[in-house]
T-cell receptor, first 115, second 111 residues
Framework: NAGVTQTPKFRILKIGQSMTLQCTQDMNHNYMYWYRQDPGMGLKLIYYSVGAGITDKGEVPNGYNVSRSTTEDFPLRLELAAPSQTSVYFC??????????????FGEGSRLTVL | DAKTTQPNSMESNEEEPVHLPCNHSTISGTDYIHWYRQLPSQGPEYVIHGLTSNVNNRMASLAIAEDRKSSTLILHRATLRDAAVYYCILRGQGGSEKLVFGKGTKLTVNP
């Protein structure tokens, strides 16, 4: 049972480079999220999606883009990497009915360093 | 988005109960209270959630105040494995899915 899978686990980027963090879930969850976590800090919501074709901004969306063409995949794109984007990125998914009681399932994280 | 307030850190001894508080004075009537924890170098994991009544599961208990403006996560016998950052978040029913985590409470468990 794979759950939420993130790739890559580690990546070093140069300033100005672009890259995509991949996130896939095999639980047929409709909701997906991207968070970042800076050292010693809590999680900050970057973007989220309530279903295929629908995305919305979170707390810290600047410098990132997302798409949700399928239920399973929710990639996060960094267009022009900056040192301030050095962080650990977590993808999560959940399934909710009308009661919105679904728990979040998190991936193992992707550690990104921008030099 | 309704916010939560938690102490930055707490300490406990192994085998003793731990009560982790969370204030959410602006909670709406349809918000669920969720708790997650994050072990070192791992992603967060679900612990428990509730709406109005106290809840128990194999990991913990959740005590919710009658006015729902605060809640307490209870670990009945802390172990060294329970050392983690614990997050309390609110999840609205049929509303925004903009799930915001605060800084959480870092729990240290002493042997």
């Amino acid at each position: 049972n794979a759950g939420v899978t993130q790739t890559p686990k580690f990546r070093i980027l140069k300033i100005g480079q672009s890259m995509t963090l991949q996130c896939t879930q095999d639980m047929n969850h409709n909701y997906m999220y991207w968070y970042r976590q800076d050292p010693g800090m809590g999680l900050k919501l970057i973007y989220y999606s309530v279903g295929a074709g629908i995305t919305d901004k979170g707390e810290v969306p600047n410098g990132y883009n997302v798409s949700r063409s399928t239920t399973e995949d929710f990639p996060l794109r960094l267009e022009l990497a900056a040192p301030s984007q050095t962080s650990v990125y977590f993808c999560a998914s959940s399934q909710t009915g009308h009661l919105n009681t679904g728990e979040l399932f998190f991936g193992e994280g992707s550690r990104l360093t921008v030099l | 988005d309704a916010k939560t307030t938690q102490p930055n850190s707490m300490e406990s001894n192994e085998e003793e109960p731990v009560h982790l508080p969370c204030n959410h004075s602006t909670i709406s009537g349809t918000d669920y209270i969720h708790w997650y924890r994050q072990l070192p170098s791992q992603g967060p994991e679900y612990v428990i959630h509730g709406l109005t009544s106290n809840v128990n599961n194999r990991m913990a208990s959740l005590a919710i105040a009658e006015d729902r403006k605060s809640s307490t996560l209870i670990l009945h016998r802390a172990t060294l494995r329970d050392a983690a950052v614990y997050y309390c978040i609110l999840r609205g029913q049929g509303g925004s899915e903009k799930l915001v985590f605060g800084k959480g409470t870092k729990l240290t468990v002493n042997p």
